[in-house]
């Protein structure tokens, strides 16, 4: 029996598009392995951005190594990547033995075999969406974590963003085979599932839902909790707030790309919102009680020193407690990449570090904000270095936000525990189990 090896790249997104291969693989036949021990590597690509390119082909000539010097014996690179570069890549890389683009994992199985056809066209014929998304899935989480996709492409036409032209246009999933999906989740043992989609709150506006009406019946179900990511600032409106500070079951927390706080660049951004706009609306997150991560992009082209002012007063004034920063990326094919202005890398370098450290003291504030309460962890792993548990709080979000780090005289993967905030660093927090019998 071979024995295939998957490497995802990118985001959680492209996760649930790999669970599906996985489970695809798994009901052909075939072995899951690490990779030093696989017959067939499958390289799970993406292509947002340089370094997100960058890092897939740096992983597919390490995997183009082993088929000289390891056990592999076959090479598949699928996603973002082939999508939208298929045909360069089958000129420069010809140790890859098969390539499938983002709407082409049904045909894997056809790919891991060298004796089968699979389409030399990416996107040829029809592709069903939902029905590849109602597979099964092997989930790469933790067994208590699942990612669900709730529909894929985008309708935005960011002018920086290549996404619409790799993914297409926006689909949602029908609201009874999402429901469906995290029943079979909740079934399995998963605790939290994370919402995921380029835009989880269009959700519906092409088959006649919504966001809101999804959760309400997501509600219905056993799950203990949901989480948003993704959600555009425009879309997020006093009935999905309302939504998320009601409900026992969805997390007080909710991720927005702002991109930018400067009218300006927000305008040539092609975003649907001001700046006046995104403070209003993080001050109302705020003030019921909703943490905010979001993104933030310097060195848009037509930025200058003005307007990156304009964005770090911004995040002095919105104050989100965790954010991601990036340098914008020249991507072909966009609109921003004809645009005039555009900045030096060493500039955009200076620009992430210097925006990097404003947010880096609003999150040691909000860390600093927590020493002395109780808060309710969900226990995930161990740190033997530091001989204490590890898990996250609801307003924590996997590997992208700060942990929690406890001691306690013993606790359960899956569990959640009342911790006591005892100290913080910059992102982390850090405490003991209140023990049932023991005083607040």
Do not use: W
Not at 32 to 44: H, K, L, Y
Not at 72 to 101: H, N
């Amino acid at each position: 029996m071979k024995n295939v090896a998957v490497i995802s790249l990118g985001c959680d997104k492209n996760r649930v598009d790999t669970e599906h291969m996985l489970f695809g693989v798994s009901r052909g036949g075939y072995g899951i392995s690490d990779v030093p021990d696989a017959d067939v590597i499958i390289v799970n690509t993406c292509a947002f951005i340089e370094s997100a390119r960058q890092e897939s082909i740096d992983a597919i000539l390490q995997c183009a190594e082993l088929k000289k010097t390891g056990k592999c014996k076959r090479l598949i690179v699928t996603g973002c990547l082939p999508q939208k570069y298929r045909a360069e890549l089958e000129t420069e890389l010809p140790e890859v033995d098969a390539f499938l683009g983002t709407r082409e994992y049904d045909k894997i199985l056809d790919a891991i075999s060298p004796r089968a056809e699979y389409a030399e066209t990416a996107c040829a014929g029809e592709y069903d969406f939902c029905a590849a998304e109602n597979s099964g899935r092997l989930l790469t989480t933790y067994p208590h974590l699942a990612y669900v996709k709730i529909a894929d492409g985008c309708d935005n036409k960011c002018t920086f963003c290549a996404i619409p032209s790799i993914r297409g246009a926006y689909m949602s999933r029908p609201v009874h085979d999402i429901v469906r999906e995290v029943r079979s989740l909740v079934g399995d043992g998963v605790k939290e599932i994370i919402l995921v989609a380029q835009d989880v709150t269009r959700y519906g506006e092409d088959i006649g839902a919504s966001l809101v009406s999804l959760l309400t019946e997501l509600e219905k179900t056993d799950v203990e909790k949901i989480r948003l990511l993704y959600c555009y600032p425009e879309r997020v409106g006093d009935e999905l707030v309302s939504k998320i500070s009601g409900s026992d079951k969805i997390a007080k927390y909710i991720d927005i790309p702002a991109q930018h706080g400067s009218d300006k660049i927000l305008k040539l951004m092609n975003r649907k919102t001001t700046r006046a706009r995104l403070v209003e609306l993080f001050k109302k997150l705020h003030a019921h009680g909703i943490v905010v991560r979001t993104t933030l992009m310097v060195g848009f082209p037509g930025e200058t020193e003005t307007e990156f002012a304009e964005l770090a007063e911004f995040v002095r004034e919105a104050r989100p407690e965790y954010a991601g920063i990036f340098a914008y990326s020249k991507e072909d094919g966009t609109a921003a990449a004809r645009l005039k202005g555009h900045v030096s890398k060493a500039v955009k370098r200076e620009r992430v570090n210097a925006l990097g450290e404003i947010c880096t003291e609003l999150t040691r504030g909000f860390c600093q904000s927590l020493i002395g309460k109780t808060v309710t962890v969900l226990y995930e792993d161990i740190d033997f270095d530091k001989d204490m548990f590890v898990g996250r709080a609801e307003f924590m979000s996997p590997e992208v936000d700060g942990r929690v780090y406890f001691t306690a005289r013993e606790a359960n993967v899956g569990d959640s525990y009342e911790v006591k905030i005892t100290g913080c660093d910059d992102y982390d927090l850090y405490g003991e189990v209140v023990e049932a019998n023991q005083e607040d």
